[in-house]
T-cell receptor
C-alpha cells in the first residue's frame, strides 16, 4: 500500500497566489524527503532535499525564496510555491526513503504527486 | 555532473515480443533504480540494483546492472499490453545519498 501521501492531488490557482503542498510519510519516520518536479512528458528533476529540523538543500537553479520547504516533523514536509506564475505549472512529486529498520527496502517511495496549474 | 541516458525514448512493440531498454550513466555509482510511471500517476518502484552484476526479475521484466560499463538494462519478455507505461532509470548521485538523477524515460507502448 501507499507509504507516502501528498495533498492536494490537484490544485488550480491564480497567478500571484501561493500554494502549499503537503507530503507525509504514512507509517514511518523520514528524516529526509525529496521534492521533484516533472513537466509534461519529461523526466523528474530534483528540486530540493528536505531535512527534518533544518534548512532544505536546494539544487542549482532552484529559487529557495520561491519554493519554500518546511520539514517540521519526521512525517511531514511541505512545499510552498510562492507568488505562483503559469510557468510554475507542473507535476510536483515528493519522495522519502523508508529506513530498513522501519520496513524499508533500499528504495525511495514516491508520493502520488500534485498537479499544479497556475492560471 | 552525473548524466543518465536512456534509450530508446519511445518504444512501440507488439504483444509477445522481447525488447531491451538501456540506461547509461556517466559517473561511478553502484545504486540504480528502475521505476514505472503510468499516465497522470506517480512512480512505482520496480527494481533496486545495488551491486555490480545484480540481476532481478519480476514477471516479464528483468533488470541487470554492470557498474564497470555503467550500464543497466531492463529486458521485457513476451510483452503484454499491461506493460504499456513510461519506464525511468535513476542513479544515486553519491552512493547512498539518495539524491537521484533520472533518465528521460522510455515510453513503451505494447500493441495487441
Amino acid at each position: 500500500g501507499a507509504v507516502v501521501s501528498q495533498h492536494p492531488s490537484r490544485v488550480i490557482c491564480k497567478s500571484g497566489t501561493s500554494v502549499k503542498i503537503e507530503c507525509r510519510s504514512l507509517d514511518f519516520q523520514a528524516t529526509t524527503m525529496f521534492w521533484y518536479r516533472q513537466f509534461p512528458k519529461k523526466s523528474l528533476m530534483l528540486m530540493a532535499t528536505s531535512n527534518e529540523g533544518s534548512k532544505a538543500t536546494y539544487e542549482q537553479g532552484v529559487e529557495k525564496d520561491k519554493f519554500l520547504i518546511n520539514h517540521a516533523s519526521l512525517t511531514l514536509s511541505t512545499l510552498t510555491v510562492t507568488s505562483a506564475h503559469p510557468e510554475d505549472s507542473s507535476f510536483y512529486i515528493c519522495s522519502a526513503s523508508r529506513p530498513p529498520g522501519q520496513g524499508g527496502a533500499d528504495t525511495q517511495y514516491f508520493g502520488p504527486g500534485t498537479r499544479l496549474t497556475v492560471l | 555532473e552525473l548524466k543518465v541516458e536512456q534509450n530508446p525514448l519511445f518504444l512501440s512493440m507488439q504483444e509477445g515480443k522481447n525488447y531491451t531498454i538501456y540506461c547509461n550513466y556517466s559517473t561511478t555509482s553502484d545504486r540504480l533504480y528502475w521505476y514505472r510511471q503510468d499516465p497522470g500517476k506517480s512512480l512505482e518502484s520496480l527494481f533496486v540494483l545495488l551491486s555490480n552484476g545484480a540481476v532481478k526479475q519480476e514477471g516479464r521484466l528483468m533488470a541487470s546492472l554492470d557498474t564497470k560499463a555503467r550500464l543497466s538494462t531492463l529486458h521485457i519478455t513476451a510483452a503484454v499490453h499491461d506493460l504499456s507505461a513510461t519506464y525511468f532509470c535513476a542513479v544515486d548521485t553519491q552512493g547512498g545519498s539518495e539524491k537521484l538523477v533520472f533518465g528521460k524515460g522510455t515510453k513503451l507502448t505494447v500493441n495487441p
